[in-house]
């Protein structure tokens, strides 16, 4: 892969390429993109940037300061396997043009200060984060909602609901049943190919890549493993990651939701998150403390538990998220850590005596995140907590369901709504800002975005459920 603009510059020519797909992120979390002619992108591009219209881009600028800079990372390049033409795509970063100081609400300039700020600290100089993202592979999605109806209809060949469909095309049965589709092997898992195909694309796309497997829900949830990185490139991955599910995902006439929770009675979508501090290529997290933890790897989790409320906000930043962090199942809603417990939300992995495969695994988040804020916010939080030598508490190491409310009252759980954690962020930032890697600019506009423009309008709409319980009353 290409290391310097030098490098990327030679490619082009190389390739007779012709076109090149800048591609950047939005603050909600979805890839943008703007695609030039090759001779439009020289050395200076990979400095200065490339200039466009921001003005339109959701939470940033407004019509009257609008000019923002793409400066695309050469790192990042790849030729794009989903465009007749020969294109190279590269992911970018904003500046600000007239300063040409990198832009404070762009995330990955954000996830890029994080790392900066680990480094200042001197507590380590690298971060390695895994993300395991879930997905649900449909056959057909329809919704609306407007002024006198509301509804989704989900359709999947897998669908256990589908068992008595009679249809134009022979039901053979072979469907997984209601949190047993882990792992079938086919007939009953139809998607094997698909995932096969998913999973090589993103090879030749540079994401390191490991497995692909059928998941637990019916319907049609899968996964695909990539292997951990650091903290920047890890954000850049998964967005590959995406962008390449949902597009082979397309070409086989089906369509992919990372929402945490698009079935009813079924298990929900999240994206566990491993992760490590490193210093002078040493493993810090490997000790002799509990699980063989380090007091570094204690204090970060310490960090992760008080912070977690507020957390969510970035990591579960969606009204569907709380679908899924619900008590009483196997969601990872209890803010404890434990090496075996899954329902605890931060799980220690077995590991063996390798130092350097230590990690700690935080399992609340999920895919509906921008993965730069979240995997930022993760970090600023554990250094927080090694900085303030957080205690984490004992580990939670029995079966929750086996406890009075007593003792479960004792164990804090997880915000009840995105409303819930955008309040716990709104009183708890300063583990985030004080650094400089947040700012308080973006605080505000992230809380303020997703109250105007997801919390409340979900309030003004009735909801389908709501016509069963209370339309003859």
Known sequence: MPETPQDVLKLIEDQNIKIIDLKFID???????????????????????????????????????????????????WIDPFFKEPTLSMICSIKEPRTGQWYNRDPRTIATKAVEYLQS??????VFIGPEAEFFIFDEVLFDQNEHEGYYHLE??????????????????????????????????????????????????????????HEVATGGQNELGIK?????????YLMTYKYCIKNVAKKYGKTVTFMPKPLFRDNGSGMHTHQSIWKDGQPLFWGDKYANLSEMALYYIGGLIKHAPALLALTNPTTNSYKRLVPGFEAPVNLAY??????????????????????????????????????????????DGIKNKIDPGEPLDVDIYELSPEELSKIPSTPG????????????????????????????????????????????????YEFMLYYDV
């Not at 134009?168 to 049943?177: A, F, V």
């Not at 951990?228 to 850049?236: I, K, M, R």
């Not at 390798?354 to 695994?361: F, G, M, T």
Request: aromatic fraction near 10%; include cysteine.
């Open 417 to 464: 709504s995105l409303e819930a954690a955008l309040e716990a962020l709104e009183k708890d930032h300063a583990f985030l800002t004080d650094s400089g890697v947040f700012t308080e600019d973006f605080i505000g506009n992230w809380i303020t975005y997703k109250l105007d423009k997801e919390v409340n309008p979900m309030r003004l709409r009735p909801h389908p």
């Open 228 to 236: 951990f990185s650091t903290l920047v490139e890890a954000a850049d």
């Open 156 to 213: 999947s060949e897998e669908g256990s609901w589908n068992s008595g469909k009679k249809g134009e095309k022979t039901n053979l049965g072979y469907k997984p049943r209601y949190k047993e589709g882990y792992f079938p092997v086919p007939p009953t898992d139809t998607a094997q190919d698909m995932r096969t195909e998913m999973l090589l694309t993103m090879a030749e796309c540079g994401v390191p890549i490991e497995k692909h497997h």
């Open 121 to 126: 600290t001197g507590l380590g100089d690298t």
């Open 338 to 383: 434990s090496q075996g417990n899954r329902s605890a939300s931060i799980r220690i992995p077995l590991s063996g005596g390798n130092p350097k495969a230590k990690r700690l695994e935080f399992r609340c988040p999920d895919a509906t995140c921008n993965p730069y804020l979240a995997f930022a916010a993760m970090l600023c939080a554990g250094i």
């Open 27 to 77: 603050m909600p979390g979805i890839w943008q993109h703007c695609s030039f002619y090759y001779n439009q992108i020289d050395e200076s591009s990979f400095d200065e940037g490339v200039p466009f219209d921001g003005s339109s881009i959701r939470g940033w600028k407004s019509i009257n300061e609008s000019d923002m800079a793409m400066v695309p990372d050469p790192k990042t390049a």
